[in-house]
């Protein structure tokens, strides 16, 4: 596997490859990888000739008070598991050769789509977000680009972004990967206290409550949003930041339970900001 810390290797590889008429996909991380992520991989190396992965931990997807200093990392780690699933580049640059001195030009969503869940308290995430992404699909030039439906707002982000601004690659979305005891595998469950991590199972659980409660038959979002944010308030190291269900492509609220809903969560345990959803899928 080629590491690549410049722009201009990532280009020349990629050039290589085009001219060999090969078709790439790219997987977008902040490394200190997991299954989760390793699962994008695995579905990219399935579906084209190559596979490039970037680990870098994006600061202007950070607000000023959160965890861009603090963030876990482990390249070694990272390179290892990306070169077990078969991945043939890691992309892995330097703040300053993503943003050079001076660099003032952003990729910014105008619509309420990054203002909703996680931007009520993340007011910068998404344009942090979109612009680096931009950056990686000039980059690398995928064909194909793949992303977890565990940061959902995220994922439908990036999907309006790649329409609105025609850049011709297949956004594919990818499963969410749990813990056997169903606690969504994230790089932020390693900040949990033993107690907390007992405690992170209330996010699970909600996704799982509202999940029967569909197939029982409830059509009222709200009544299913009521029924998870009682489920997460009885545990005592839970805080809400959020739930809510939203239509899954324009994240605007919806009443009534259908096809393509998305009931999303973010709940701190003690200080560690987690998040969870799912979708509805028929
Ligand atoms: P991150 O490194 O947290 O920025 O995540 C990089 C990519 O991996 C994003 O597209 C995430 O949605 C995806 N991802 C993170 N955790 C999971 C998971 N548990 N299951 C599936 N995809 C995930």
């Keep these: 596997m080629k590491i690549a810390t410049k722009i201009s290797e990532v280009r020349a590889q990629v050039r290589e490859w085009k ?21 994008l991989v ?32 482990d390249f070694d780690h990272d390179c290892a598991l990306l070169e077990k699933e078969g991945c043939d580049m890691v992309f ?15 990729v910014e969503n105008l619509s309420d789509m990054p203002k ?6 993340r007011p910068i995430h998404f344009r942090g977000v979109c612009t680096v992404v931009s950056k990686l699909f000039h980059i690398v030039t995928p064909d194909k680009a ?14 309006r972004m790649v329409a609105d601004l025609s850049f011709g690659i297949e956004i594919v979305g990818c499963p969410i990967v749990r813990e056997e005891d169903g606690l969504a595998k994230s790089s932020r469950n390693t900040y949990l206290s033993p107690e907390e991590r007992k405690a992170a199972l209330v996010l699970s659980k909600a996704v799982f409550l509202g999940q029967k409660m569909i197939r029982e038959g409830q059509k009222d979002a709200d009544a299913i949003v009521a029924a998870q944010r009682e489920l997460i308030m009885k545990e005592p190291l839970a805080r809400i930041d959020y739930v809510s269900a939203v239509d899954g492509s324009t994240l605007e609220p ?22 969870d959803n799912f979708s509805v899928e028929a």
């Design 146 to 159: 793949f992303f977890g439906q565990k940061d959902a707002q995220q994922l439908a982000i990036v999907r």
């Design 19 to 39: 001219m060999q008429g090969l078709t790439v996909g790219l997987v977008p991380t902040m490394g200190y990888l997991h299954e989760g992520h390793a699962s």
């Design 42 to 73: 695995r579905k990219s190396v399935s579906m084209c000739d190559r596979t490039v992965a970037s680990v870098f931990v994006n600061p202007t997807q950070f607000g000023p008070n959160e965890d861009l200093d603090t963030y876990p990392r």
């Design 116 to 121: 909703t869940l996680c931007g009520k308290t």
């Design 254 to 275: 919806v009443k009534e339970v259908k096809k393509d809903v998305l009931f999303a969560m973010a709940v701190y345990i003690g200080k560690t900001r987690l998040i």
């Design 92 to 106: 892995h640059p330097d703040p300053s050769e993503m943003y050079p001195e001076g660099f003032c030009t952003y």
